[in-house]
């Protein structure tokens, strides 16, 4: 039992994406506003699992395929774009400009980053910090727009509640980690160990609320993003 769950711990970053996916098919669903989240899942699969593989099995690779930062930086991108994307197209949040001018500004910002000042080779602690303030700031918007909703109630089972919570929590801790990586990494090894543990069981808790979310949307006879 013990090297079954060493075994999960070391694959956090993959098998969690088969949740909502497994969901997904298994109950046909087909609303339209969860479409971002299932193209995060099918890119971000196969994606962790080769960063997953070139990690546990460093030296064992070719020079070539022995650096995962790339994929790592290409992770972070999808995964603001695409719940971006999503959370953009909830009532609650597109009506704010200002969100919408934050989530193309990134796009636009991310490649003269990777251009002119670092390169994509490398771990990108300004993309991680990018992707978490912008992600917060609109499940913040979120929040507070749900508060103030008077026409959509909100439940804690609303799937838009569920996703938005999913990656709240992810990214709060997420930030913290890729904030103070190098730091920690440099002066307490083990603490950063026991960091990214936690920062790979939110993932986790994010990928069973999408799942949850997905299931919901399709018992939901309203479109929230209209």
Request: net charge neutral; with cysteine; charged share 15%.
């Amino acid at each position: 039992m013990h090297e079954i769950f060493r075994q999960l711990n070391r694959w956090a970053e993959v098998w969690p994406l088969l949740l909502p996916l497994t969901v997904y098919l298994v109950y046909r669903v087909k609303e339209k506003s969860i479409t971002p989240l299932i193209i995060y899942a099918i890119i971000a699969f196969p994606v962790s699992l080769l960063a997953t593989i070139m990690a546990l099995y460093h030296y064992k690779m070719p020079d070539y395929l022995q650096n995962n930062n790339i994929l790592m930086n290409f992770q972070s991108f999808a995964r603001t774009v695409l719940f971006g994307w999503y959370i953009l197209k909830l009532r609650q949040v597109k009506q704010y400009p200002f969100a919408k001018f934050l989530f193309y500004l990134y796009i636009v910002l991310v490649p003269v980053n990777f251009i002119f000042f670092e390169n994509p080779l490398f771990f990108s602690e300004r993309l991680f910090s990018g992707e978490s303030i912008i992600l917060l700031i609109f499940c913040i918007t979120f929040f507070l727009s749900s508060i103030l909703d008077e026409e959509e109630n909100i439940t804690l089972r609303h799937p838009a509640f569920l996703i938005c919570t999913g990656i709240s929590i992810y990214e709060a801790i997420s930030f913290l980690a890729n904030l103070f990586l190098y730091p920690i990494f440099y002066t307490n090894p083990d603490f950063l160990v026991v960091t990214i543990k936690i920062a790979a069981y939110s993932f986790i808790l994010l990928c069973i609320l999408m799942s949850i979310a997905i299931y919901q949307s399709k018992k939901q006879t309203a479109d929230p993003i209209h």
